[in-house]
């Protein structure tokens, strides 16, 4: 077993793991069932995570290989009382259907808004390709992170309610 | 699960060395995690996690540019080097691979060891006449030429550390061109092709055609190269190049692209690449 220390959203961790665990099986032991776990090999995004503020898929990434590190999850960027921008944009842009994917995708916008403020479509495209959704298209998600960029910055209301 | 017993975390390279050495076969190299995670080899015990030894970043070396082997894919593409030297081809490759999480998470030496057949960076570094940097019981240099002669998984022994990748600095003017043929943004690489040219005035000098994701390693293709060297060329040798990279190779069975697909996916795409890097 090893034992690693995370700070998850904010709160400093400890725990003891198996050398091979994954970090995703890790965060839902500890109650972190905001992080989804879809295809559990790296490829629908669902299970992404920010470590050390860059956007990974929690389901292939070692636990011990985390020792030490800083974890946002979804429910650590805000809650149902009290929403971050991008996840009230999300809502009010109609990018939630199932919902499955949204944790990831929320995560996906923050770790692109955190270094690229206003973004274009491509750049959007680009910083969620590793989030996959089944329902929506991506239409409505795209929508959200700019809106959410223009509510980040100051600029308007979410148009889209 | 369950068949890791250790989790190795060693602070230096000789630490790291000694681990591999003293475990010898039952030891595994981890860096990005991202092929580990999903398979670990036969046999292997204990995980060595090399990503506190100091392996991230660029350094110079004189006449060649050498990338440490834990820098992840996203820290490649973003720096400055990458996105000057060669007309940018290493960012622009390097963007290409995955998708945003997973370059977050693979490393540059990891990507070049592991190399699935449908690896983007493989390709790339083979076109540039890369070395790969061995350091262990018998420390070597190694182009990548024979490094891609048989998998990396057989030809490294226990023991061994990949510890950066070389790439020699553009000498004279150099132009290239990349691409990757994909169904998806994010799907496997149904092909890449790598075209660097190594111009003297408009006379080619030198030129490198690579392909991935055709066979199970990348190859480098001479019969397309030597169509061009010592030419100012012209599009019919562009062409006749094409054909022949076509000709040449057996593409490797692939449930979404049958061979005679791929064969006419290389004739296509390794004369757009040529032009597009002798434009």
């Known amino acids: 077993m090893v034992n690693v220390t995370l700070t998850l959203n904010g709160e400093k961790t400890a725990c003891t793991v198996l050398p091979d665990e994954k970090l995703l099986d890790t965060l839902r032991r500890l109650g972190r069932t905001d992080v989804k776990k879809g295809c559990g090999e790296g490829t629908c ?87 996959l959704c089944r329902c929506t298209g991506y239409v409505k998600i795209i929508d959200a992170v700019q809106s959410a960029a223009r509510t980040l910055a100051g600029k308007d209301e979410v148009p889209h309610a | 699960m369950g068949r890791i017993q250790h989790y190795e975390r ?46 991230t970043g660029l350094e110079d070396r004189g006449d060649s540019l050498a990338i440490r082997a834990c820098t992840t894919v996203a820290q490649l593409a973003a720096m400055p080097q990458s996105r000057q030297l060669y007309g940018g081809l290493l960012a622009r490759a390097a963007l290409c691979v995955a998708s945003t999480p997973l370059r977050n998470q693979i490393t540059v030496g990891g990507n070049l060891v592991q190399v699935m057949p449908w690896s983007d960076l493989p390709g790339v570094m083979l076109a540039l006449d890369g070395q790969i940097v061995i350091q262990g019981p018998s420390p070597r240099i190694v182009p990548l030429r024979d490094f891609y ?50 111009l003297s005035g408009n ?51 692939d449930f979404r692209y049958s061979k005679d697909y791929r064969r006419q996916l290389i004739k296509v795409w390794v004369k757009r690449c040529l032009h597009e890097a002798l434009a």
């Open chain 2, 149 to 198: 002669a048989a998998h990396p998984r057989n030809s490294l022994s226990a023991g061994d550390l990949v510890t950066e990748v070389r790439i020699p600095k553009p000498v004279g003017r150099v132009q290239s061109s990349f691409v990757k043929v994909g169904k998806t943004a994010f799907d496997y690489a149904g092909l890449t092709v790598t075209v660097v040219a190594w």
């Open chain 1, 45 to 131: 995004g669902s299970c992404s995570v920010l470590l050390n503020g860059r956007l990974v898929a929690s389901c292939i990434v070692f636990t011990a290989a985390a020792d030490g590190g800083e974890i946002l999850t979804a429910a650590g960027l805000g809650t149902a009382d009290n929403p971050h921008p991008i996840q009230s944009s999300f809502v009010k842009a109609g990018a939630v259907q199932c919902g499955f994917c949204t944790p990831g995708m929320v995560l996906a916008a923050k770790a692109l808004l955190d270094v690229v403020p206003e973004p274009d479509v491509q750049q959007i495209k680009l910083a969620l390709d590793g989030n």
């Open chain 2, 203 to 253: 006379e080619v000098r030198k030129c490198s055609v690579a392909l991935g994701a055709v066979r199970p390693l990348p190859v480098r293709i001479p019969q397309a190269e030597e169509e061009i060297v010592g030419r100012i060329p012209t599009r019919d040798d562009m062409i006749r190049a094409a054909a022949r990279a076509a000709g040449v190779l057996e593409p490797s069975l």
């Open chain 2, 10 to 55: 060693p602070q230096k390279l000789d630490e790291a060395l000694r681990i591999l050495a003293e475990r010898k076969g039952k030891a595994c190299v981890l860096a990005g995690g991202t092929s580990l995670a999903l398979r670990l080899p036969p046999g292997v015990d204990t995980l060595v996690d090399i990503s506190r030894i100091g392996l």
